[in-house]
T-cell receptor, first 110, second 114 residues
Framework: SQTIHQWPATLVQPVGSPLSLECTVEGTSNPNLYWYRQAAGRGLQLLFYSVGIGQISSEVPQNLSASRPQDRQFILSSKKLLLSDSGFYLC?????????FGQGTRLTVV | AQKVTQAQTEISVVEKEDVTLDCVYETRDTTYYLFWYKQPPSGELVFLIRRNSFDEQNEISGRYSWNFQKSTSSFNFTITASQVVDSAVYFCALSYFGNEKLTFGTGTRLTIIP
C-alpha cells in the first residue's frame, strides 16, 4: 500500500534562516505531489504541485520554493524564513480517488 | 473560481448526540469532486469520503453519513451517536474533475463533550 512520509514533525527556526522540508512517497510511481500550508485557525492553501521530476507549479507568490529531484521526493525550501512563514505544512499525493496527506510539519519562525 | 464555505466555525455537542456539519460550495464546472477530511489533534488529514458530481446518492459508512444536494450546492456530513473520538476539525474540499488540486473550506472544529 502507498504511504507518505514527511519530516520533521516540528521545527522552530529563527527569522532569516533557511528551510528544508522533505516528503517522500512509497508504493506508487510518478505520483502527483502537493504542498499545502495551514495557517493558525485557517483552512489549507495549496502552495505547490508537481506532476513529475523537475516539474513544479506555484499557486501563490511567496517566500518559499519547491523542488522534485526524484520521482517520489518533494522538497519545500526557503533561503530566508519570515515570521509569516509559520504554519502547518502538509505534503500530499493525489490520485483519482482523492488526496492523501502526510503527518505534517509544524513550523514556528521566531 | 471555486469556493467552499463551512459556516460553522465551532460546534460542541454532548456525546451520543447526532451532529451535522454543513458544507456549501461554488463552482462553474459541471463535473467536480467533493471531499471530507478529518484533522484530529495530531494534525494529519484523514480522508473520509469523495463524491463526484454525477452521484447524488447519499452515502452511509457506520455512524457517518453524507448528504449531497446539487440543487443547493451542499455536501453535508452527519455523525450519528457521536463519540469523544470524533472530536476534530473537519474540512470539506472541492476539486475539478481530473484535477487533484483541492480547494478547502476553513474547517469546522467539532468537540464532543463526554
Amino acid at each position: 500500500s502507498q504511504t507518505i512520509h514527511q519530516w520533521p514533525a516540528t521545527l522552530v527556526q529563527p527569522v532569516g534562516s533557511p528551510l528544508s522540508l522533505e516528503c517522500t512517497v512509497e508504493g506508487t510511481s510518478n505520483p502527483n505531489l502537493y504542498w499545502y500550508r495551514q495557517a493558525a485557525g485557517r483552512g489549507l492553501q495549496l502552495l505547490f504541485y508537481s506532476v513529475g521530476i523537475g516539474q513544479i507549479s506555484s499557486e501563490v507568490p511567496q517566500n518559499l520554493s519547491a523542488s522534485r529531484p526524484q520521482d517520489r521526493q518533494f522538497i519545500l525550501s526557503s533561503k530566508k524564513l519570515l515570521l509569516s512563514d509559520s504554519g502547518f505544512y502538509l505534503c500530499a499525493w493525489g490520485t483519482a480517488s482523492g488526496a492523501f496527506f502526510g503527518q505534517g510539519t509544524r513550523l514556528t519562525v521566531v | 473560481a471555486q469556493k467552499v464555505t463551512q459556516a460553522q466555525t465551532e460546534i460542541s455537542v454532548v456525546e451520543k448526540e447526532d451532529v451535522t456539519l454543513d458544507c456549501v460550495y461554488e463552482t462553474r464546472d459541471t463535473t467536480y469532486y467533493l471531499f471530507w477530511y478529518k484533522q484530529p489533534p495530531s494534525g494529519e488529514l484523514v480522508f473520509l469520503i469523495r463524491r463526484n458530481s454525477f452521484d447524488e446518492q447519499n452515502e452511509i459508512s457506520g455512524r457517518y453519513s453524507w448528504n449531497f444536494q446539487k440543487s443547493t450546492s451542499s455536501f453535508n456530513f452527519t455523525i450519528t451517536a457521536s463519540q469523544v473520538v470524533d472530536s476534530a476539525v473537519y474540512f470539506c474540499a472541492l476539486s475539478y474533475f481530473g484535477n487533484e488540486k483541492l480547494t478547502f473550506g476553513t474547517g469546522t472544529r467539532l468537540t464532543i463533550i463526554p
